[in-house]
């Protein structure tokens, strides 16, 4: 995936308010910039860091740009902008980089589905079945540990995936849960438990259940996002 348009390089001043991101141009400008992203961006948003946004000239639009990447303390590149998880994924899909998936004949997105009014990342028709694949975004990255985790905050809407997930799985359907790993330099994921005891109880539940769990790390960089090879993940 390709940015439509060049990004521009800034300095992070604060995060705030979740979506509000106020940040200095290489050239001195100040910006106030959509921040992408309701997590808790842990160790994504330290004071001073470098990031990168895509401009916005659009009149009727609030704010003027929109922030894309960071560099972590540890020095990865990060995508903070969760929307373009699920559009990575679908690239990939559609240009058969993840194996495990490749050969459905029906993609559709956002399907209704399970008996907590959940909805579906994508559903993926193959002949005689269906899969079902729900997409997390992954930016937390620890100092000396090329080890990413999820969740970064509490999530109880990650959990209810997870069980909705389970169900499928127990009923005999294929049910995937697929991380999409946004973070440079990273060779394995594992849940967050020092986060979210909860969700890492519901993942290894869904697990047993017989959900599939993949996850796919991304090249970054401030021209392009793909996903690249798959990697471990870690109990």
């Known amino acids: 995936m390709r940015f439509a348009q060049p990004?521009?390089?800034?300095?992070l001043v604060r995060r705030y308010k979740r979506f509000l991101a106020d940040v200095v141009t290489e050239q001195g400008e100040p910006l106030c910039i959509h921040c992408p992203n309701t997590g808790s961006m842990l160790n994504c948003m330290a004071e001073g860091a470098r990031v990168w946004f895509a401009r916005n000239d659009d009149p009727r639009?609030?704010?003027?740009g929109t922030w894309e990447l960071v560099e972590t303390p540890q020095g990865r590149l990060a995508c903070i902008n969760t929307a373009r998880a699920n559009r990575l994924v679908e690239e990939a899909l559609l240009d058969g980089v993840i194996a495990e998936l490749d050969g459905f004949t029906r993609l559709r997105r956002e399907v209704a589905y399970?008996?907590?009014?959940?909805r579906v990342d994508f559903c993926l028709s193959y002949p005689?079945?269906?899969?079902?694949?729900?997409?997390?975004?992954?930016?937390?990255?620890?100092?000396?540990?090329?080890?990413?985790a999820f969740p970064d905050a509490v999530t109880s809407r990650g959990a209810r995936h997870l069980r909705e997930l389970a169900a499928l799985a127990r009923s005999g359907q294929r049910a995937v849960l697929l991380y999409c790993v946004n973070l440079?330099?990273?060779e394995g994921v594992r849940p967050a438990r020092e986060i979210d005891p909860l969700y890492a109880a519901a993942l290894q539940d869904a697990m047993a259940a017989g959900v599939e769990v993949l996850a796919y790390a991304a090249e970054l960089s401030a021209e392009e996002i793909r996903l690249a090879r798959r990697i471990p993940v870690l109990p």
């Open 184 to 186: 440079s330099g990273v």
């Open 128 to 148: 005689g079945s269906e899969v079902h694949v729900e997409v997390k975004s992954v930016t937390l990255g620890f100092a000396d540990d090329a080890v990413a």
């Open 61 to 64: 639009r609030k704010l003027p």
């Open 114 to 118: 399970g008996q907590e009014n959940s």
């Open 7 to 11: 990004l521009e390089a800034a300095r």
